[in-house]
RNA sequence: CGGGGUGUGGCGCAGUUGGCUAGCGCGCGUCGUUUGGGACGAUGAGGCCGGAGGUUCGAGUCCUCUCACCCCGACCA
């Protein structure tokens, strides 16, 4: 991608309103543009990021069985009547009468419309278990929108809903979820723990939440450094220097951003969608569902939270929009050829690359790079032969024949 | 939803006890000189001051209402 064509510009400044670094730094790097309070657009580079977290996430979902579906976003009423959860969500949720005078809601969550199709589907303990997810916008009217792309009213969220024949079968594969999730994040570059954690409104049962430590946080998780036992706050019976339950030691607090949750539903939504199936003993029984979510924006601006510095973003190997950014310094027409060439030999190998072809000062194409974050940065200019090979991270920057780049930057991502 | 704050060219801001033609920086256009950490000079375009109503000879400045955004808190599948 040539970056004299790429949609979207870097900015100096931003609104001293704008509190929030990953909104702040997402804005100037030009990936995201606000509409209103909680509701985000993704400009082309954004996109870039967010399609390979979706990747991930997807890919990841995928090996655990998971079946990709698209629900509705627009659900009548009446569905949610059956739970009971018009009333209950109606403080979050986005209710409306359309013109033919039937109440609709906005889609904030979606047991009531999956539980709904699996219902025309099961019959028998035969057709269990079942693994459903989307990626799909989710709204939510949320009383105050804020820190970016960690709370917003309008936002994209994986969620998968498994259906079982038994408790024992929901708690095997919510140990594979565990995992998948554990998974997920490590992929995605983000160190991210477990917390157990009460269900809230969606689960009476047990449920997990999994956290990344920031400061941006909204959670405060107490946690022990020297095993992996953790709670949410909220649930926690022990506090800050307190023994911890598993190893003794002494626990701490930390603030945490929620990147994703999973719960045991039982039967809650079954038994109100009356979601039945005839086991092996002819008898009739309520589906055991369990529910996963993970919030991509909210990754995203995790990403950010954690990763950066007073230059900008500091993109995760997985997450960088480009793995390449190459910044093209040369003057004389003979290196700009060359650098041509060379942008078109790295397509041509694969590599991602956003060239920066402008005709403007090189201090400008720096700052630009370090704020948008791309991991590798590559040099090209009349000054040496070779290009230097810099890493955005630590800024460590190597001189190496242009020959070479291919493998080095092969290397880096492998 | 309670408390606090802010709305002025594309972006960031200034504008005193109301006063004349609403300023500054960035960005943008043109010309020239530049080119290793957001270059410089010249020149030019662009705003009716969030919206509505009111007070006044006169309102960006005062009053009322309203919309929006940000921060703290409460809330948070």
Request: hydrophobic share 35%; glycine share 8%.
């Given at each position: 991608m040539l970056q004299s064509k790429l949609f979207?510009?870097?900015?100096?400044?931003?609104?001293?309103?704008?509190k929030s670094v990953n909104a702040e730094l997402l804005t100037r790097a030009g990936f995201i543009s606000k509409?209103?309070?909680?509701?985000?657009?993704?400009?082309?580079?954004?996109?870039?990021?967010?399609?390979?977290?979706?990747?991930?996430?997807?890919?990841e979902m995928d090996e655990i069985g998971g079946q990709e579906v698209l629900l509705?976003?627009?659900q009548a009423k009446s569905l949610w009547d059956q739970t009971g959860r018009w009333e209950e969500l109606e403080p979050i949720m986005y209710q409306f009468t359309d013109h033919h005078g039937t109440k609709i809601g906005l889609g904030a969550t979606h047991e009531e419309v999956i539980t709904d199709i699996v219902k025309q589907y099961v019959n028998s303990y035969?057709?269990?278990?079942?693994?459903?997810?989307?990626?799909?916008?989710?709204?939510?009217?949320?009383?105050r929108a804020k820190s970016g792309l960690l709370r917003g009213r309008e936002f994209v969220m994986k969620d998968l809903y498994s259906f079982h024949d038994s408790e024992e079968d929901l708690n095997k594969y919510y140990k594979i979820t565990h995992q998948a999730y554990l998974k997920v994040f490590k992929r995605l570059g983000l160190e991210a723990f477990s917390v157990e954690a009460s269900g809230g409104a969606m689960s009476k049962h047990n449920s997990h939440e999994f956290m990344v430590k920031t400061e941006a946080g909204e959670d405060i998780t107490i946690l022990c450094n020297s095993?992996?036992?953790?709670?949410?706050?909220?649930?926690?019976?022990?506090?800050?220097?307190?023994?911890?339950p598993d190893c003794g030691k002494k626990v701490e607090e930390a603030k945490t951003v929620e990147a994703g949750n999973i719960f045991h539903l039982g039967n809650t939504y079954s038994k109100g969608m009356d979601l039945k199936f005839t086991d092996k003993d002819g008898k009739q029984k309520e589906v055991i569902m369990g529910s996963y979510g993970i919030g991509l924006g909210r990754v995203m601006g995790t990403i950010v939270e954690a990763s950066h510095d007073k230059d900008g973003i500091i993109w995760t190997k997985t997450t960088t929009p480009y793995q390449v950014h190459l910044l093209n310094l040369a003057k004389s027409d003979k290196r700009k050829k060359e650098a041509n060439k060379f942008y078109m030999s790295l397509k041509e190998a694969d590599i991602d690359v956003l060239h920066d072809d402008r005709d403007i000062s090189f201090g400008k194409k720096l700052k630009d790079a370090d704020l948008i974050g791309i991991c590798l940065q590559i040099i090209i200019s009349d000054k040496q032969e070779e290009i230097e090979f810099k890493i955005r991270a630590d800024k460590t920057t190597s001189l190496i024949s242009?020959?070479?780049v291919i493998d080095e930057v092969k290397k880096y991502y492998s």
């Amino acid at each position: 991608m040539l970056q004299s064509k790429l949609f979207g510009k870097t900015r100096k400044d931003i609104s001293q309103d704008e509190k929030s670094v990953n909104a702040e730094l997402l804005t100037r790097a030009g990936f995201i543009s606000k509409q209103m309070a909680g509701v985000y657009s993704y400009l082309p580079l954004g996109l870039k990021t967010y399609r390979k977290v979706e990747q991930i996430i997807r890919e990841e979902m995928d090996e655990i069985g998971g079946q990709e579906v698209l629900l509705p976003t627009l659900q009548a009423k009446s569905l949610w009547d059956q739970t009971g959860r018009w009333e209950e969500l109606e403080p979050i949720m986005y209710q409306f009468t359309d013109h033919h005078g039937t109440k609709i809601g906005l889609g904030a969550t979606h047991e009531e419309v999956i539980t709904d199709i699996v219902k025309q589907y099961v019959n028998s303990y035969k057709d269990l278990p079942i693994y459903l997810y989307q990626i799909q916008n989710k709204f939510r009217d949320e009383k105050r929108a804020k820190s970016g792309l960690l709370r917003g009213r309008e936002f994209v969220m994986k969620d998968l809903y498994s259906f079982h024949d038994s408790e024992e079968d929901l708690n095997k594969y919510y140990k594979i979820t565990h995992q998948a999730y554990l998974k997920v994040f490590k992929r995605l570059g983000l160190e991210a723990f477990s917390v157990e954690a009460s269900g809230g409104a969606m689960s009476k049962h047990n449920s997990h939440e999994f956290m990344v430590k920031t400061e941006a946080g909204e959670d405060i998780t107490i946690l022990c450094n020297s095993c992996a036992w953790a709670q949410n706050k909220e649930i926690a019976n022990v506090k800050a220097g307190d023994k911890c339950p598993d190893c003794g030691k002494k626990v701490e607090e930390a603030k945490t951003v929620e990147a994703g949750n999973i719960f045991h539903l039982g039967n809650t939504y079954s038994k109100g969608m009356d979601l039945k199936f005839t086991d092996k003993d002819g008898k009739q029984k309520e589906v055991i569902m369990g529910s996963y979510g993970i919030g991509l924006g909210r990754v995203m601006g995790t990403i950010v939270e954690a990763s950066h510095d007073k230059d900008g973003i500091i993109w995760t190997k997985t997450t960088t929009p480009y793995q390449v950014h190459l910044l093209n310094l040369a003057k004389s027409d003979k290196r700009k050829k060359e650098a041509n060439k060379f942008y078109m030999s790295l397509k041509e190998a694969d590599i991602d690359v956003l060239h920066d072809d402008r005709d403007i000062s090189f201090g400008k194409k720096l700052k630009d790079a370090d704020l948008i974050g791309i991991c590798l940065q590559i040099i090209i200019s009349d000054k040496q032969e070779e290009i230097e090979f810099k890493i955005r991270a630590d800024k460590t920057t190597s001189l190496i024949s242009i020959k070479n780049v291919i493998d080095e930057v092969k290397k880096y991502y492998s």
